[in-house]
């Protein structure tokens, strides 16, 4: 953290329009490997995170706040972590946006998790991971939004409270007690 922030001053310095800190973009290119705490990434709601070949971990810290964060998927692809020690508190909401053109492969690992969920809601062309809409609770502390069907979700179980039929996948754990799902290209 401290050097991605003295890297920010210094952009200021050299740019005419100074940006708030949560509207900064970050980018975690080939080879580079940026980990961040929960708390540390709310100071970046709704600001934005580029993958093009990094890696981004992100570790679950007490935290009594929802923090939203986008993440642009470019050409390079790469890998997404998240590290649960303890479930105290705290969700992240992360919205994959893919760049323009970019069918770039990501790989979302769960470390810590039994199984791990994915929705599709025909409806809106969106796909959850980690939100269950029924009477199930989520085994973790991560929700991840992305556009369209990318596991070809069909498989639909009815759920109490609701008027459709869910559209729903489960993931189990391997040995590990970590969840492994891959964004196809």
Known sequence: MPMIRLAQARSRRESRQPWPTHLQSILASH?????????????WNQGLFGLD?????????????????????RPGGGSLIFRDVEKTGGILLLHLIRAHKSHACVQ?????????????????????VGLVPDDEKPDGWIAVRLHGNPWQIANSDACRGTRAPILKREWHAGEHDTVILRLPA
């Open 53 to 73: 070949g990094g890696t981004i971990a992100i570790n679950h810290s007490v935290s009594d706040t929802v923090t939203i964060l986008p993440v642009e998927i």
């Open 31 to 43: 080879g580079a490997w940026l980990s961040m705490d929960l708390s540390e990434l709310h100071e």
């Open 108 to 128: 979302l690992v769960f470390q810590n998790c039994a199984r791990q969920f994915a929705c599709y809601d025909p409806m809106t062309d969106m796909t959850l």
